[in-house]
Each structure stands twice: as C-alpha cells, then as structure tokens.
C-alpha cells in the first residue's frame, strides 16, 4: 500500500527555536496534505490543509504565522512550528491524499507522527 | 470542531471476548471511518463506511452505521492481546479528505 513518511519522529527543542516536520508521500503523488495535532489522551485536530503549489488552509483557531506550511511538490509538506513554546508541545501527524476519484477518502493514508517536546 | 463522540472511553475485556465500540456524530457525513492508534504512533485505517452502506465486515471487524441516528459501532470479535490500542472513528463530509475524529476509546485485552 501507499506509504507515507514523517520525520523526525521525535524531537525536543529549546523555548523559542523553529522545528521543520517533512511528510513525504513516497509512492504516490499527493496533491493534498493534512496536518493533524494531538495532545496526550486526546483526539486528532486538524489544523491546515496543504495544497501543493498554493497557501495552506487553516483551521479556525490556528495561528498560520505560528505554523508554516508549505508544500512545494506532489511528495512533500513541511510543518515549520516557529518560536516554538512548551505549550506547543504536542503529537503532529500528517495525511497524504492519494487520487482524484470520489471515493479519495479510501485513499488518505497518515504518517507516523511525530511527538515535539520543547522545553 | 470535534464532533465525534465516542463511547465508552476505556474498555478492558479479556482475550477471547468481543469488543464493541460506539461513535456519534453531529452533521451529515459522506463516509465514516475507523482508525487504531498504538500509544505514540500514527494512525492505521482499519475500515470505512460510506453513509448509504449500514455494515461492513473486514476480518474480525464489523462496523455498523445508522445515519439516522448518527452513529456508527465498531466490533471487534474473539480479542486478543495485539488489539490493546485506542480506536478513533472519524467522519467525512463533502470536503474529501479533511477528517473530523472522535474523542476515540482506549481498548485494553489482557492476556
């Protein structure tokens, strides 16, 4: 099956640096990305959609100057988590779309996640 | 916002039993999905439902889906240990792709 990658899968920062998350499809080409975050115990919130080769598509509630997207080709999208402070702290996931059929949700698939510790 | 509601949040069954999950929903859907989640990790499509289907079976799951109600169960037969994870459905509307979770159920099968 279609596989997504993420990296890194963990990563512990200091107060007020930027973290870069890649989420690479690597069979397929994705022209959609989503982000997802999750906190301890807790479901996944969706906080931006990536369209490749256009400006992200935020949630309401999310800072899009806090977290840059950007999604330059078909297999790839950066989560760039700027001045990152502890409350950011948090379990960030990516999906890739595979396909332009109507039934495209049978073809989202998700990376591995990544776990940020900023301390 | 989150409009799945999932119940119960934590089941403890024994390997062998049948583990039954329930999700509700709040708005109109064009599929829902089920997803499992060992502690730390990504996330592992387990099964989907479009909203004019009312059960799927894949393996030793079964899903079920009223939309009436706005709801969807997911079954799981004959436990084992390896199942022990957290089970989040999640539902699609007409934006495919963009998937609304809910609060999911941590499941643990003891040996």
């Known amino acids: 099956g279609a596989v997504v990658s993420q990296h890194p899968s963990r990563v512990i920062c200091k107060s007020g640096t930027s973290v870069k998350i890649e989420c690479r499809s690597l ?3 994705a022209t959609t990305m989503f982000w997802y975050r999750q906190f301890p115990k807790q479901s996944l919130m969706l906080m931006a959609t990536s369209n490749e080769g256009s400006k992200a598509t935020y949630e309401q509630g999310v ?18 988590v700027t001045s990152a402070h502890p409350e950011d702290s948090s379990f960030y996931i990516c999906s890739a779309e595979a396909g332009t059929s109507e039934a495209t949700n049978e073809k989202l698939f998700f990376g591995s996640g990544t776990q940020l510790s900023v301390l | 916002s ?21 999700c509700s929903y709040k708005t109109s859907i064009n599929n829902l999905q089920w997803y499992r989640q060992n502690s730390g990790r990504g996330l592992v499509h387990l099964i989907l439902i479009r909203s004019n289907e009312r059960e799927k079976h894949s393996g030793r799951l079964r899903v079920t889906l009223d939309t009436s109600k706005k709801s969807s169960s997911l079954l799981i037969t004959a436990s084992r240990a390896a199942d022990t ?12 792709g963009k998937l609304t979770f809910g609060q999911g159920t941590i499941l643990t099968v003891h040996p």
């Open chain 2, 85 to 96: 994870a957290s089970y989040f459905c999640a539902t699609a509307g007409t934006s495919y």
């Open chain 1, 63 to 80: 800072e899009k100057d806090k977290f840059l997207i950007n999604h330059a080709s078909l297999t790839l999208s950066t989560l760039t």
């Open chain 1, 27 to 29: 069979d397929f080409q």
């Open chain 2, 2 to 22: 989150q409009q799945g509601e999932e119940d119960p949040q934590a089941l403890s069954i024994q390997e062998g039993e049948n583990a039954t999950m329930n």
